[in-house]
């Protein structure tokens, strides 16, 4: 018996099993498909080179030849351009001034092998049907092989089985967003122009499309291959009538930079879709288990922080890991460091997400502001777990409070109806667990 089962092996699974073997715990990970498999999430941020510098993956990176990440452009319905650069902020535990674009198929496939190298069990093709429990206590998992059905125990169970949510489906525990509720067509295209400007022709390129909360990203995969992808609410893509290449093409054109990027664009693959972006658990952790990456909460990926906070919340989750097992404690109480810690980022997060939408032309006026640039970039970076750090979410919120109350300010047509100041009740509950359960 191995001290951890983790259910799935994306980032979050091969994080959490690499840093377990790292510290002599033994642990397994199950995946229910094959790698490589395809997934969307094709682009990095910086904060996530620090983890894969500690996995020792920077040098396979490097050598997969993974397009470098420099910065980010964002592009305005009219044409106008503003690029942030990477070189710009200095970190010293992050010792290059980029990231990666990456073929996620290829990236999880390198994670999953690299976890398997530290010592990591992994088993593939393999389907964990549930989490078994004696009380409260998760005890092991009940797994699909072949044509039976196998129980296999540890002394804690971790699930890592993304957006399937194993446990969280399981203990009734998934909340969905009450605000963003987004749906994402996306495909790969060849002989994409990637940019008037030279420098940032390997940048995330983001186009504000002219609908509520509707963007479109594009994102370097090879020197060849570019994924873009359209996203508005789910309800804007209901209403529309007619085929998927139309819709695409709608958005596409309504957007004078991205038009002219597919304008001699060959698509190269089927559309595929992705809806249910947003979401949480009532809680994180329980007796005898953790839920860790898009397992436990996903937020809008305007940013692209997905993979980052997967990543470090295998590295969070495997340090309380280490102490209950040092101590033979896995109760929920053992794991709740990790939960408030996760929580306390996740909310950081999603304050900043909804200050962005609130106003769009906030964003670009704060990151050019030299008193609290630096602190958006390392809000776009996803790795800000306390909100003292970051002044510049209440700056924010007084200069929207400023253009609410002044009828002939210039962005003041530029208003949306998300709410800033409501507390949606999934996010009044992690508050509420964060309180009760203290500070680490």
Do not use: C
Not at 258 to 279: C, M, P, R, V
Not at 329 to 346: A, H, N, R, V, W
Not at 354 to 374: A, D, E, N, V, W
């Amino acid at each position: 018996m191995v001290d951890v089962i983790i259910i799935g092996g994306g980032p979050a699974g091969s994080s959490i099993g690499s840093y377990l073997s790292m510290k002599g715990i033994s642990n397994m990970i199950i995946e229910k498909d094959i790698h490589p498999r395809p997934h969307v999430g094709e682009s990095m941020v910086t904060s996530s080179s620090l983890v894969f510098e500690e996995l020792g993956m920077l040098p396979i990176m490097e050598k997969e030849k993974f397009v470098h990440k420099g910065g980010a452009s964002w592009h305005e319905p009219g044409g106008r351009e503003f690029a942030i650069h990477f070189r710009d902020l200095v970190r010293e535990d992050i010792h290059q001034d980029y990231t990666y674009h990456v073929d996620r198929s290829k990236l999880d496939l390198l994670l999953l092998k690299n976890a398997q190298k530290l010592g990591s069990q992994v088993v593939q093709g393999v389907n964990v049907k549930q989490v078994l429990f004696q009380g409260n206590q998760a005890v092991g998992v009940r797994a699909q092989l072949g044509d039976q059905e196998v129980d296999l125990h540890a002394k804690i169970i971790v699930d890592a089985s993304g957006r399937s949510t194993i446990l969280g489906r399981h203990l009734n525990m998934k909340k969905n967003d009450p605000i963003f509720n987004q749906y994402a067509v996306h495909a790969w295209f060849e002989n994409v122009h990637r940019g008037d400007i030279e420098e940032t022709e390997d940048y995330i390129h983001i186009y504000f499309l002219p609908v509520e909360r509707g963007w479109a990203w594009q994102i370097p995969i090879t020197p060849e291959i570019t994924s873009v992808g359209i996203v508005v609410e789910r309800e804007v893509f209901r209403k529309f009538k007619g085929d998927m290449s139309s819709y695409f093409d709608t958005y596409v054109n309504s957007n004078v930079a991205l038009s002219k990027a597919l304008a001699n664009a060959h698509q190269i693959n089927e559309f595929k879709t992705e809806g249910d972006y947003s979401y949480s658990m009532d809680q994180f952790v329980g007796d005898g288990f953790l839920l860790v990456g898009d397992a436990a909460r996903f937020v809008d990926p305007i940013f692209s922080s997905g993979v980052s906070i997967a990543l470090y919340s295998g590295r969070f989750a495997a340090d309380v890991i280490e102490n209950a097992l040092k101590v033979g404690d896995f109760s929920k109480e053992m794991f709740i460091p990790y939960q408030t810690k996760l929580k306390s980022g996740t909310v950081i997060w999603y304050e900043f997400i909804r200050l962005y939408y609130k106003l769009l032309p906030l964003f670009t006026h704060f990151i050019q502001s030299k008193k609290y640039g630096i602190e958006i970039h390392r809000l776009l970076q996803g790795d800000v777990f306390d909100r003292s750090e970051v002044e510049v979410l209440d700056a924010m919120r007084r200069y929207i409070e400023a253009v609410e109350k002044k009828e002939n300010h210039i962005f003041r047509a530029q208003l949306t109806n998300i709410p800033i100041d409501e507390i949606p009740e999934t996010i009044l509950a992690e508050s509420l667990a964060q309180v009760s359960s203290g500070n680490d």
